[in-house]
């Protein structure tokens, strides 16, 4: 399946919306429609977009956008290639072009992408951290990877334990993360960690240079109590091990 999603459709993603509510609909709508008449291809879960957009001054949870639902192979193209060429109109960005403090989060159905909902309370995430001297080369490039890699099954039998990825633009360095249900999984943590180690070390992804230094895995407790320069790694991988 993942490979269907894949190599061939690189150039097509990633983007959404930036805009109201009503963008939102639309968006989701129109995929909806146009895949209607076309042969579907099953993805193993279905998968919602959230944006996060800049407006500190709301609160957390009306800053966050369900932007669409999909679940197979031509509706998560349909939206990526939808918003492309609708973006003059619908002010679309990457993730390289997010303003600071702006998130986008693909979790499974049914999951909010927050600390507090029951999937989530007791789990953790891989963490990877992009310095900001890198940001425009590696961000893009990591997120399409690591969204494909999972809404594709590239995990396996790990895939039933992640409940989404999420990206984080901050001005001091953007973070991608996985997150897993069960901090204390620690089998399928490690594995979780060791194939997406693999995936990001692809010969085939055309960048200059190592995609990370290191993999964190922390518990989302620990980050929660914590500020960010002192949470403790349960597991670390690091490029060269």
């Known amino acids: 399946m993942s490979s269907e999603i894949g190599k061939e459709n690189r150039e097509n993603t990633t983007a959404i919306v930036d805009n109201s509510e009503h963008d939102a609909s639309a968006v989701s709508n129109e995929i909806k429609t146009s895949s209607l008449t076309e042969p579907q291809h099953e993805l193993e879960y279905r998968w919602t977009y959230w944006y ?4 500190r001054d709301m609160h957390w949870e ?9 679940g197979t192979v031509e509706q998560f193209w349909g939206f990526a290639l939808f918003v492309k060429l609708n973006w003059l ?3 679309i960005r ?3 072009l997010l303003h600071n403090t702006c998130d986008y989060s693909v979790f499974k159905e049914g999951i909010q992408p927050m600390w507090e909902v029951k999937e989530n309370t007791n789990g953790g995430r891989w963490l990877i951290t992009i310095d900001k001297m ?3 080369d590696l961000l893009d490039t990591i997120w399409l990877e690591v969204l494909l890699a999972v809404i594709g099954g590239q995990f396996g039998e790990y895939t039933k334990d992640i409940c989404g990825i999420v990206v984080n633009i901050r001005n001091k360095g953007s973070k991608i993360s996985i997150w897993t249900t069960n901090a204390n999984n620690d089998e399928s943590n490690k594995g979780i960690g060791e194939i997406l180690k693999k995936t990001l070390t692809n010969p085939e992804i055309e960048i200059k240079g190592p995609m990370f230094d290191v993999l964190r895995y922390e518990e989302h407790r620990e980050v929660q109590n914590k500020n ?3 949470v403790k790694a349960k597991f670390v991988l690091a490029v060269q091990d």
């Open 228 to 230: 960010s320069s002192s």
């Open 94 to 96: 990457p993730p390289s």
């Open 134 to 136: 890198r940001h425009v």
């Open 52 to 55: 996060l957009n800049d407006k």
């Open 62 to 70: 009306k800053r966050l956008k369900n932007i669409t639902t999909f």
């Open 89 to 91: 109109y619908l002010n």
